[in-house]
T-cell receptor, first 115, second 113 residues
Framework: AQTVTQSQPEMSVQEAETVTLSCTYD???????LFWYKQPPSRQMILVIR??????QNATENRFSVNFQKAAKSFSLKISDSQLGDAAMYFC????????????FGKGTSLLVTP | EADIYQTPRYLVIGTGKKITLECSQT?????MYWYQQDPGMELHLIHY???????EKGDLSSESTVSRIRTEHFPLTLESARPSHTSQYLC????????????FGPGTRLTVT
């Protein structure tokens, strides 16, 4: 069984600053994938970044990067130079082959960006 | 934006009604999924499909059924809606390119009175 835990229900960051969203996961499988998804208010869920468990290098996508600590089962998301458009609900998720590659989501972190 | 569509976007119905939520994708993806997002924003897998004529139940027993007769179409049916079914329903699909990322539709917000 997989579990994903996001311990921060809400976070706030000022425009242009950096914020880190936390996520821990638990799985007994060696083959798995991790994702961060963003869901803006009343808008579509979109992929922010993904990480394959077999890759040691941390994934980056423009202003978004992850800190993947495999031994600690930690997968945090860092948003640099925060923008007003980054305000959204952020979900951490995991998937494995044995789950049919269905996503197992954390409870989400609501990110507020202040001017 | 991903080419995955859901209709209707909003639906208000009375208890006991039968409803079908539509989901279609034009990406040729084999895998499709239905998630229920409760008012607290938590997401739960309710059904998924590996391909045509393949359907599996997820973790949450939502008293719904699905079918997959065509690759692009994955409708969800509630035989008898109840107030506990009030939620947002998200459809998603993924291909076999090795990344396993899922593309989501805009969702159907269902209210059962």
């Amino acid at each position: 069984a997989q579990t994903v835990t996001q311990s921060q229900p809400e976070m706030s960051v000022q425009e242009a600053e950096t914020v880190t969203l936390s996520c821990t996961y638990d799985t007994s499988e060696s083959d798995y994938y991790l994702f961060w998804y963003k869901q803006p208010p009343s808008r579509q869920m979109i992929l922010v970044i993904r990480q394959e468990a077999y890759k040691q290098q941390n994934a980056t996508e423009n202003r978004f990067s992850v800190n993947f600590q495999k031994a600690a089962k930690s997968f945090s998301l860092k948003i640099s130079d925060s923008q007003l458009g980054d305000a959204a609900m952020y979900f951490c998720a995991s998937t494995t082959p044995t789950s049919g590659y269905a996503l197992n989501f954390g409870k989400g972190t609501s990110l507020l960006v202040t001017p | 934006e991903a080419d995955i569509y859901q209709t209707p976007r909003y639906l208000v119905i009375g208890t006991g009604k039968k409803i079908t939520l539509e989901c279609s994708q034009t990406m040729g993806h084999d895998k499709m999924y239905w998630y229920q997002q409760d008012p607290g924003m938590e997401l739960h897998l309710i059904h998924y499909s590996y391909g045509v004529n393949s359907t599996e139940k997820g973790d949450l027993s939502s008293e719904s059924t699905v079918s997959r007769i065509r690759t692009e179409h994955f409708p969800l049916t509630l035989e008898s809606a109840r107030p506990s079914h009030t939620s947002q329903y998200l459809c998603a699909s993924s291909g076999d390119r090795g990344s396993y990322e899922q593309y989501f539709g805009p969702g159907t917000r269902l209210t059962v009175t």
